[in-house]
């Protein structure tokens, strides 16, 4: 299983990496569990454009209906699906736009404690 981890460089851009989320070995792995804070839904109209901006907060999105583009401050853009994982934190520097290109786009926030941290997750090299 992955996640997209959007993030703030050392120079203040923003960046994407791709991050494998540890599971058992077991015959249907899983993932340590994680408390959380609270959580919330929101719909977003096709065509919407937030310029650049920073994750408002820790939380975890998950892409429910839609698809999006996240444009980096270096002028990478990636898409992101239903199903698709993403990690905003990028708190300070530059920040990313979001555009929605297709259908309404429907997410889950799942407001994350300060001390949820994906940094020793392996990095998936090459696949963004």
């Known amino acids: 299983m992955l996640i997209y981890r959007l993030y703030t460089t050392a120079t203040g851009e923003s960046a994407m990496e791709k991050r494998?989320?540890?599971l058992s070995k077991?015959?249907?792995?899983?993932?340590?569990?994680?408390?959380?804070?609270?959580?919330?839904?929101?719909?977003?109209?096709?065509?919407?454009v937030q310029m650049y901006h920073n994750a408002?907060?820790?939380q975890l999105?998950?892409?429910?209906?839609?698809?999006?583009?996240?444009?980096?401050?270096?002028?990478?853009?990636?898409?992101l699906k239903p199903g698709d994982l993403l990690l905003p934190d990028d708190f300070t520097g530059?920040?990313?736009?979001?555009r929605s290109l297709r259908d309404v786009r429907g997410f889950t926030h799942i407001i994350l404690k300060e001390d949820f941290d994906v940094s020793q997750w392996p990095i998936m090299e090459g696949s963004i």
């Open 20 to 22: 494998q989320i540890p």
């Open 26 to 48: 077991e015959s249907r792995p899983i993932s340590e569990i994680f408390p959380v804070k609270e959580m919330f839904f929101r719909e977003t109209p096709q065509g919407h």
């Open 56 to 58: 408002p907060r820790h």
């Open 61 to 79: 999105i998950m892409i429910t209906s839609g698809i999006i583009e996240i444009e980096v401050s270096t002028g990478q853009r990636y898409i």
């Open 94 to 98: 530059k920040g990313h736009i979001t």
